[in-house]
């Protein structure tokens, strides 16, 4: 696979390319590689959305493409944006993108506004910051109108945080973010801490504003509801790298991996008789299997899986998949493809 | 909503009605001290060697022959009538003293109080958002050791520096002397730098800034250990609120994220130790006053303590008390200003 943007092909709509991205922390025990090789682009006005389990790096890749990362973090690899790489770009330059272009949309919406300050005031500073040309009133309609369009009225426009319930303060967020119009949104959990209610009511405002705008999103959630009812496409993640990323009907219609199948049959439903589990815990990050992350909770783990890393191969439903069980068949060696004996190696191992 | 406008007075009504109970219990417990502690007053006063029917009668006239519970009615009707008493060793009373001695501790405790502030606050945000670096070492150490001095080794030491060798500052007193008589003729409000300024004596008011500036410093510094620590904790804490990264991911400014969000919630509870801090500048006041022979209400405490003035003593006492009281209240008022959350809980 290639790993300099240069020679890979890029489409003319695409908003956002991520190269190898690799982000790790540095820890007591070692470092903790939360993204680790990721590569996708998102087209303009899709909303693409990000799966995986809780601990799989997910919020660590949203923000990563942001440049909002701890000190701590270590970042390498490619995230172009209209032209310019956000890796290595000077913090000022990042700064001055973030809002204009580039949004952040959070999971907690109840400490996600400063307790001290009326949401005008959160509104008018964003506004001030990176458009200072407009004059205070052009600021304060501009910020009433896409609180209206949040469905928030005008009159509540000088209220503190704490006189708005959970949901209105993520629709006064969201309409933060998009105050003005970026390009590229990452949603990170978005309506986990909300009830189902204000959950549809939330994508539905999502919908709308990829529809007026043709905002890109990055939906990051472990919910695949949500996925099915808001995304276009769909990456699934795990263990600090992408799975299985393709358009999300067919995803869902035909997993290409086996952690994606494992995952849609793990989904709760009305008709769920008995409840599916993925057997083992998700990988410790800072000592990662061998070849395959996944290979020692697949049921179809073969013997070439914990020896080599899968590429990524795009399948004939041109889902880009990394797995062995879809080749490439010529770089398996001789008798890769028989079954893993799971307890021969546990064996061996401690032998 | 209608609710933000109607919390406000209901709760500084709350918080009066609640400065009455805090005063009755203060000026009990000072009452009943003063009436405990060893010594008679007015044995003390006349020297220990006067008649009995001398005696008697001062007794008689300060009213320490009447029951315990009828000293007590008169001390509260004298204070509700604004009267705190007359001094046994001399014939100046309370107030009196409250309005000229007090106005040089005033000025006193306003300048430290700025020094406080302003090396406090300042130190206390930079270290706190530069945490482990070498300045933030620095920082501690300096708010550590300027708590642990004592304020008059501090004080003894600044007159060493900028007195002795340096010669930049007057040693000790509130003015030059004859500045002292001319503000003395021109008392508005005692207090010597708005004197100045009404009197429009700005050589005046240079004269009595110039002494302020050693005494307030040292006092002042006492205070800012306590500040740098507490603003230095809690910008490190608000640092980590998730409204913080959110104000980054909007593309605010650095230098705006930190001193408009972090440094303006870490205040809140710094405005609350403000107000406790009161008491620590009245003690150190005490101290402060006596390095430098300023003619305040402390150095006039020390003073009569030894000349074992009781009535003086109780009735400083008493305004000391009742000023902590008045300023804990300011505070709580002002922090509900400023923290919108404060007036529903």
Redesign the interface.
């Known amino acids: 696979m290639t790993t300099t943007p240069e020679l890979h092909h890029v489409r003319p709509d695409t908003v956002m390319s991520v190269r190898d991205l690799r982000i790790w922390y540095g820890t007591a025990r070692g470092a903790v590689r939360a993204v680790d090789g990721v590569s996708f682009d998102i087209r303009r006005g899709e909303t693409l959305g990000l799966v995986g389990e809780s601990g799989c790096g997910k919020s660590t890749l949203g923000r990563g493409v942001?440049g909002?990362l701890p000190d701590a973090a270590k970042v390498a690899g490619h995230v172009l944006f209209e032209g310019e790489d956000l890796v290595g770009m000077s913090?000022r330059r990042l700064?001055?993108?973030?809002?204009?272009q580039l949004?952040?949309i959070?999971q907690?919406p109840m400490?996600?506004?400063?307790?001290?300050?009326r949401v005008s005031q959160h509104f008018l500073?964003?506004l001030r910051?990176?458009q200072p040309e407009l004059s205070k009133e052009q600021m304060r309609r501009r910020a009433i109108d896409t609180l209206g369009a949040m469905g928030i009225p005008p009159t509540?426009f000088t209220?503190?945080p704490?006189?708005f319930s959970g949901g209105m303060r993520q629709r006064i967020?969201i309409a933060?973010?998009l105050v003005l119009n970026p390009a590229f949104v990452v949603a990170d959990e978005p309506t986990t801490a909300l009830d189902v209610l204000v959950e549809a009511q939330i994508l539905t405002i999502l919908a709308d504003v990829k529809r007026n705008f043709d905002t890109s999103i990055l939906l990051i959630t472990h919910n695949l509801g949500i996925i099915a009812e808001a995304c276009e496409r769909v990456a699934v993640m795990y263990a600090g790298r992408i799975a299985e990323l393709g358009d999300a009907r067919a995803v869902f219609a035909r997993p290409a991996h086996p952690y994606t199948r494992e995952l849609l049959a793990s989904t709760i439903s009305l008709s769920t008789t008995s409840l599916h589990y993925i057997p083992g815990a998700p990988p410790d990050l800072i000592a990662p299997p061998s070849g395959c992350r996944f290979h020692p909770r697949c049921p179809d783990a073969m013997t070439v899986c914990p020896q080599r890393h899968p590429p990524v191969v795009t399948t004939e439903l041109n889902q880009d998949v990394a797995c062995w069980l879809h080749g490439p068949d010529d770089q398996i060696p001789p008798g890769g493809s028989a079954p893993l004996e799971r307890e021969a190696i546990g064996v061996a191992d401690e032998a | 909503m209608a609710r933000s406008s109607g919390s406000l007075p209901r709760y500084l009504v709350t918080r009066l009605l609640l400065v009455i109970p805090m005063v009755w219990i203060l000026l009990t417990v000072v009452f009943i001290l003063m009436r405990v502690a060893p010594g008679d007053p007015v044995q003390a006063s006349l020297g220990g060697r006067a008649p009995q029917a001398v005696i008697e009668k001062q007794r008689h006239e300060l009213g320490f022959d009447k029951s315990i519970v009828a000293q007590y009615g008169d001390y509260f009707n004298g204070i509700f009538h604004g009267d705190f008493g007359t001094s046994t060793s001399s014939n100046r009373t309370v107030t009196d003293v409250v309005a000229h001695e007090g106005a040089a501790t005033l000025e006193l405790a306003v300048a430290a109080m700025i020094f406080a502030l302003v090396l406090g606050l300042g130190i206390g945000v930079l270290i706190g958002r530069y945490r482990d670096t070498p300045l933030d070492v620095f920082g501690r150490l300096f708010g550590v050791l300027t708590y642990a001095a004592p304020v008059f080794w501090i004080g003894i030491l600044f007159q060493l520096l900028f007195v002795a060798k340096l010669h930049w500052l007057p040693s000790s007193g509130q003015a030059d002397t004859l500045v002292n008589i001319h503000l003395q003729g021109e008392a508005h409000t005692n207090i010597y730098l708005v004197d100045a300024v009404i009197s429009g004596d700005w050589g005046g008011l240079r004269n009595v800034l110039v002494h302020l500036i050693l005494p307030g410093l040292t006092l002042g510094l006492l205070v800012c250990g306590v500040f740098i620590r507490l603003v230095r904790v809690n910008v490190i804490q608000t640092l980590k609120h998730d409204y913080i990264e959110a104000a980054r991911a909007r593309g605010i400014p650095e230098h705006r994220v930190v001193l408009r969000h972090a440094f303006r919630n870490a205040l809140v509870p710094v405005v609350t130790v403000i107000g406790l801090q009161a008491a620590l500048l009245l003690s150190g006041a005490v101290l402060t006053e006596t390095t430098f022979n300023w003619p305040g209400i402390g150095q006039a405490l020390i003073r009569y303590l030894n000349n074992r003035d009781y009535v003086m003593v109780q009735g400083i006492v008493t305004v000391f008390a009742l000023i902590v009281v008045s300023v804990s209240l300011v505070i709580d008022v002002v922090t509900a200003l400023i923290d919108p959350r404060v007036r529903y809980s």
């Open positions: 942001l909002l913090r700064r001055s993108l973030r809002g204009p949004g952040l959070f907690e400490t996600r506004l400063n307790p001290l300050m500073e964003t910051t990176h509540r209220n503190y704490h006189e967020m933060l973010a």
